[in-house]
């Protein structure tokens, strides 16, 4: 399958603090990128989806302004968490999908974000 | 809204045993299902989709079945090893292959030695 690559795999920052996590896709153009939010022993959970070129459509209860999500390119999306809170610290992983709707995605390593 | 609920949520078997992971979902609406596994800390790792139209897939010692119209897949593991322990996870895509695909919770295997 396809690669996907996500950056940093670890990070803590302190609270107040923004980070900026990358996805790449490395092999192929992805048209769709997608960021999930994941807490220990949950399921993952959608926070938002990006189309190359426009504004990202987050899902409902997710803070827009804090969670910044750039898709300027077809290979790289990037989520920034603004003004980090210990609540924040979850684990955050990207998925990438070239093409249209029905091709499938391909997902990254995940990040574990740890505020303090 | 869908929902995915998967049965255990942990299992530990001795090596060598087969054994069968449990998906379900209330809408029967899917477009199709995968099967991924999650080492700790890790990303996600897809192991098996299968489409709404079909009925199994198969990749080595994993088998996949999907019943639509009960709301239910399930994985089977053959000739489990130590290197299979992980989460398993379920995850349904809507009819029309839209973005959101629904996660089940996972069942975390461990197969000892």
């Known amino acids: 399958g396809a690669v996907v690559s996500q950056h940093p795999s670890r990070v803590i920052c302190k609270s107040g603090t923004s980070v900026k996590i990358e996805c790449r896709s490395l092999?192929?153009?992805?048209?769709?990128m997608f960021w999930y939010r994941q807490f220990p022993k949950q399921s993952l959970m959608l926070m938002a989806t990006?189309?190359?070129?426009?504004?990202?459509?987050?899902e409902q209860g997710v803070e827009k302004d804090k969670f910044l999500i750039n898709h300027a390119s077809l290979t790289l999306s990037t989520l920034t968490v603004t003004s980090a809170h210990p609540e924040d610290s979850s684990f955050y992983i990207c998925?990438?999908?070239?093409?249209?709707?029905?091709?499938?995605?391909?997902f990254g390593q995940g990040t574990r974000l740890t505020v303090v | 809204k869908q929902e995915v609920t998967q049965i255990p949520a942990a299992l530990s078997v001795p090596e060598g045993e087969n054994l069968v992971l449990n998906c379900s979902f209330t809408?029967?609406?899917?477009?199709?299902l995968q099967w991924f596994r999650q080492d700790p800390g890790k990303g996600l790792t897809s192991l098996l989709l299968?489409?709404?139209?079909?009925r199994e897939q198969t990749s080595g010692r994993l088998n996949a079945s999907l019943d639509k119209s009960s709301g239910r897949s399930t994985l089977y593991i053959a000739a489990s090893q130590p290197g299979d322990s992980a989460t398993y996870l379920c995850?349904?895509?809507?009819?029309?292959?839209?973005?959101?695909?629904?996660f089940g919770t996972g069942t975390q295997l461990k197969v000892e030695l």
């Open positions: 998925s990438a999908r070239a093409g249209t709707v029905n091709t499938e995605a391909f």
């Open positions: 092999d192929f153009q992805a048209t769709t």
């Open positions: 990006s189309n190359e070129g426009s504004k990202a459509t987050y």
């Open positions: 809408d029967s609406a899917i477009y199709n």
């Open positions: 299968i489409q709404s139209s079909q």
């Open positions: 995850a349904v895509r809507p009819t029309g292959g839209g973005n959101k695909l629904t």
